[in-house]
């Protein structure tokens, strides 16, 4: 029995309130009655409000409808009740459970085999190869993105999403990356037939009618289509009832034509695509077609004690904490730092040739495990209400629980992600080591009051890391801005967490767009080597790199405190941002330029801290770090790294150089 469907009409529209679950069979005639004679009216209010959809985007979603054959569509609003309706639906199902400890906090868990992006099966589809990825020398495989032929997309589409919605809502979800009105803001409509992608996505994302009467002006929309691939009837049973098909994951992106079509995931950046789909690998794309940059950067704003403010962007590969300098509190008495973003940078000079940035987020979608009132307690604050909580431990009183947060108080008991009872020292993580919160951005205590502008922020400095054990001093600048973007083109960083990295290698990750590149990284870098000779007047902000995590070689211990302390550092960012020379509290060395001696504010730091150490900068490890940096760009760049680029490897090779 088909749903809450007539046998003449296939579907329903509705931009009502009411959350649809599809019931498989129903006993009493007289419901069924009922039903149908509520569903028909669904059917033509919805249908009346198809027309009232911009011309484009009703064609999209027609498209969507007969390709994957939903049960219904629910055009998105946005509204409390909806959202309130979309949780309760969820929660009937089983698909999250609400937090008692907290106000609005609901916990999810999802089937074991679906916890994180899966960078394997995420490919950019363009008529030529090389238009998404430098062509690898010698048969080596690229390390920057993954292309499919437009043939074997088709095919790939074909076997997965005709028919993949049936006995499913879809929700029809118009949103804007970027405050709606803002001039750097882009907008999208995405389906999907998950309600977690719609609550996530509410909170991620401006969602609902004032996107819908953005898009009904006309304006350019992504294209995005998401699936979980599981129709009615479910051939196998759910598990932890979190609908995926991990053996058919797909997350596919045609630069060309603005569309994401993703397909068996239904967590973080797989599924919640406006994200890194859209406000990394298809912005990236737009962002080169016109004279702009989408970039894997948190932006925040820095007062000194006088009150002068500056706005920095920073790139970091994972497991940098990347999320805790976007919401430091300094250690620096009389410094503020506010937060505008922890995750995405849109950036576009101004008029006056002033770059500027905007978060296109509205939320934080931050690992959760490592996150304390120690390491980071804005963010704790952030989490208290109106969250998601995904794959994390749970408290015998309702609360959420992991790694790094203290014990729980004395007859507290916890659960792990799995749902198990979980005890301390069991040998197994409790909360999975990507389990994340998805809070809401206004709840930021430090939120920048600016974080909303709609021309953006004004950014200083541009920010590169890693975490380097080794031989990276703890704050360089780079020369100028060609050998800045050389110095982004060269970021490493020891892997961590990530599941599908062994060890603890020391990974490339140019730029800490390694997963997120929409288009050839080399043509990337001539992208940003291009903002140099930009016609109209350009102040181009300066460029560092800044490793927070080396180690004694002799002890392993880390030679920098880090979290608030990176105040210190910052705070030469700041003053070298308004020096009057380029020596100002800084010596030239082989790497760019170092802080003098002195220049590091070390007063008040508790504990000895080796300086000296800290800005070392040995000239063997250099010489190895060129000869891999050559390896590199040669087998993964080849032909196309910029001339540009070369010479300042060059440069580099020359300057560490023994004769
Ligand atoms: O899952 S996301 O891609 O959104 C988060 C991340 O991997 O950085
Ligand atoms: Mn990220």
């Not at 005639?29 to 009232?52: C, D, M, T, Y």
């Not at 220049?599 to 008040?604: K, L, R, S």
Request: charge should be neutral; hydrophobic fraction near 35%; glycine fraction near 10%.
């Amino acid at each position: 029995m088909g749903p809450t469907i007539t046998s003449t009409s296939r579907f329903y529209f509705t931009t009502s309130t009411m959350y649809s679950i599809p019931k498989m069979s129903c006993p009493f005639l007289g419901v069924i009655r009922r039903k149908e004679a509520v569903n028909i009216s669904f059917r033509l209010r919805s249908l009346a409000s198809l027309h009232s959809l911009p011309a484009e985007v009703a064609d999209f979603v027609k498209g969507a409808v007969d390709e994957c054959k939903p049960s219904g569509v629910h055009i998105v609003t946005g509204t409390p009740e909806e959202t309130a309706n979309i949780y309760a639906g969820l929660e009937k199902e089983g698909m999250v459970k609400k937090l008692p400890k907290y106000e609005n906090c609901w916990l999810a868990r999802t089937d074991p085999k679906d916890v994180a992006r899966v960078e394997s099966k995420t490919v950019i589809v363009t008529k030529n190869q090389g238009d998404t990825i430098p062509i690898p020398t010698g048969g080596a495989k690229s390390q920057l993105g993954s292309w499919m032929s437009e043939s074997d997309w088709e095919k790939a589409r074909q076997e997965r999403f005709p028919g993949c919605m049936t006995g499913r809502t879809m929700y029809v979800i118009p949103f804007s990356m970027g405050p709606v009105g803002s001039s750097l803001a882009k907008y999208g409509v995405q389906v999907t037939d998950s309600p977690y992608v719609v609550a996530s996505m509410g909170i991620m994302t401006r969602m609902g009618t004032p996107a819908l009467n953005k898009l009904s002006e006309g304006v350019e929309f992504v294209r995005c289509q998401h699936s979980l691939g599981r129709p009615f009837p479910l051939k196998a049973p759910l598990v932890n009832a979190w609908p995926c098909n991990p053996d058919k994951v797909l997350i596919s992106h045609l630069p060309d034509t603005r569309q994401i079509l993703s397909y068996g995931s239904g967590y973080g950046g797989n599924s919640l695509l406006g994200k890194k789909c859209f406000a990394l690998r298809i912005a990236s794309r737009i962002a080169k077609d016109e004279g702009w940059l989408a970039e894997h950067m948190l932006i925040l704003g820095i007062t000194n004690p006088e009150g002068v403010k500056r706005y920095v962007a920073a790139a970091f590969p994972s497991a940098c904490g990347k999320t805790n300098l976007a919401m430091m509190k300094p250690a620096l008495p009389g410094w503020k730092v506010e937060c505008v973003g922890d995750d995405i940078a849109w950036m576009k000079f101004d008029a006056q040739g002033k770059l500027r940035a905007i978060n296109p987020e509205n939320g934080f979608f931050g690992v959760a495990p490592g996150t304390s009132y120690k390491t980071n307690p804005y963010a704790m604050s952030t989490i208290a209400k109106n969250t998601v909580f995904t794959n994390v431990g749970e408290t015998s009183d309702g609360g959420i629980w992991w790694e790094g947060l203290d014990t729980p108080a004395d007859g507290i008991t916890l659960t792990d992600w799995h749902g198990k009872t979980w005890k301390h020292g069991s040998g197994t993580a409790c909360a999975h080591p990507n389990s994340r919160f998805c809070a809401p951005a206004a709840q930021c205590p430090i939120i920048d009051p600016q974080w909303e502008s709609e021309e953006g922020v004004p950014i200083d400095a541009i920010i590169f890391g890693g975490r380097r054990p080794q031989g990276v001093p703890l704050v360089y600048e780079s020369f100028n801005w060609q050998h800045g973007v050389f110095v982004g083109a060269s970021m490493r960083s020891e892997a961590t967490a990530a599941a599908e990295h062994q060890g603890k290698v020391i990974m490339h990750d140019p730029f800490a767009m390694r997963p997120f590149f929409g288009y050839n990284f080399g043509n990337y870098l001539t992208h940003w080597l291009s903002m140099e000779t930009r016609k109209a007047p350009t102040h181009l902000p300066k460029i560092f790199h800044v490793n927070w995590f080396r180690k004694d070689p002799s002890s392993g211990a880390f030679l920098w405190p880090g979290f608030g302390e990176n105040a210190r550092v910052l705070e030469w960012i700041f003053k070298r941002c308004g020096r009057e020379s380029d020596d100002e509290a800084a010596k030239k060395s082989i790497v760019g330029w170092l802080p003098e001696d002195g220049a590091i504010n070390t007063q008040g730091l508790s504990g000895s801290v080796d300086m000296g150490a800290l800005l070392d900068v040995p000239k063997h490890f250099w010489q190895n770090e060129t000869k891999e940096l050559r390896a590199y760009f040669s087998q993964q760049v080849g032909a196309d790294l910029p001339a540009k680029v070369e010479a300042e490897l060059k440069a580099l090779e020359d300057r560490v150089s023994d004769n």
